[in-house]
Nanobody, 115 residues
Framework: QVQVVESGGDLVQPGGSLRLSCAAS????????VGWYRQGPGKGRQLVAG???????NYGDSVKGRFTVSRDNTKSTSYLQMNSLKPEDTAIYYC?????????WGQGTQVTVSS
């Protein structure tokens, strides 16, 4: 049974930092590309950051220079380090695993940036 579980979401003040985790089980994690998406209130789901199976990364324009995506295949976990958080970063953050012929979503974790 495949499980993808995000954690680390919280309420944080503007300018603060959070680290989200995405832990996978039931899959060969190292074969998957990982995407971090978010969906804010009244908005569609958008790609925040991604990391390929080989470790190449890409970022959405709104988070470049503030967010860093990484992965630890030995722990079947991906991380999203978020710094200099802004109120507009408030959203549910989702983890997505993808490889040819398969994809899996997590249930999301809430990040709220507010004073």
């Amino acid at each position: 049974q495949v499980q993808v579980v995000e954690s680390g979401g919280d309420l944080v003040q503007p300018g603060g930092s959070l680290r989200l985790s995405c832990a996978a089980s039931g899959v060969n994690f190292g074969l998957y590309a990982v995407g971090w998406y978010r969906q804010g209130p009244g908005k569609g789901r958008q790609l925040v950051a991604g990391i390929s199976a080989s470790g190449n990364t890409n970022y959405g324009d709104s988070v470049k220079g503030r967010f860093t995506v990484s992965r630890d295949n030995t722990k079947s976990t991906s991380y999203l380090q978020m710094n200099s958080l802004k109120p507009e970063d408030t959203a549910i953050y989702y983890c997505h695993l993808r490889k040819t012929g398969a994809e899996h979503w997590g249930q999301g974790t809430q990040v709220t940036v507010s004073s």
